[in-house]
């Protein structure tokens, strides 16, 4: 897929199909975040792969979207604009499998921690959606044009 498509056509998605993430598509997801460039090569991240997100989807402000995901991946280590761009990374990938996801903020970061084994920076969710999505129905300016975002002259500054 054409990256400018990708991101002008990708939308953080909460309905899943019930249909399991491939083994290859979690690990291109996953290496995705690790080839993510970080301040000083520091990596400060561990990724998580959860297999049953029943207690930690108790720990995030909107639980139902780790409990009908077919893949949660939680981000654990400092946050802040490295984990960011491993997080972009690995949902850009998914996107690219035809799988969408949707970044988990975090309401109970103590629970979150106490199941993950150290501090959660963010929780993803991935799973094929549950209505189909076709990025090339339509050419990435016209999903660019149809996103619910501030016109890019509201937005830049050149000084």
């Known amino acids: 897929m054409d990256v400018y498509l990708a991101i002008a056509s990708k939308r953080d998605e909460r309905r899943y199909a ?6 290859e598509a ?10 993510a460039g970080s301040a000083q090569n520091r990596q400060p991240w561990e990724f998580v792969v ?14 139902n979207n ?15 604009l490295d984990v ?10 998914a996107w690219d499998e035809g799988i969408v996801s949707c970044p988990n903020g975090i309401a109970d970061p103590a629970a979150a921690e106490a199941i993950l084994g150290g501090e959660a920076a963010l929780i993803l969710s991935f799973g094929y959606p549950a209505r189909p999505r076709n990025p090339a129905a339509r050419p990435a300016e016209e999903w660019s044009q149809r996103a619910n975002r501030k016109p890019l002259d509201e937005i830049v500054r050149t000084i």
Not at 53 to 59: I, N, V
Not at 66 to 80: D, N, P, Y
Not at 84 to 93: E, F, H, I, V
């Open 50 to 63: 959860v297999s049953d997100p029943t207690g930690l989807a108790e720990a995030v402000y909107e639980p």
């Open 84 to 93: 960011g761009r491993a997080a972009q990374n690995m949902m850009l990938a």
């Open 66 to 80: 780790l409990r009908t995901a077919a893949l949660v991946v939680a981000i654990v280590g400092r946050s802040g």
């Open 26 to 35: 979690l690990r291109r997801i996953l290496d995705a975040g690790r080839l």
């Open 18 to 23: 019930g249909r399991p993430v491939p083994d």
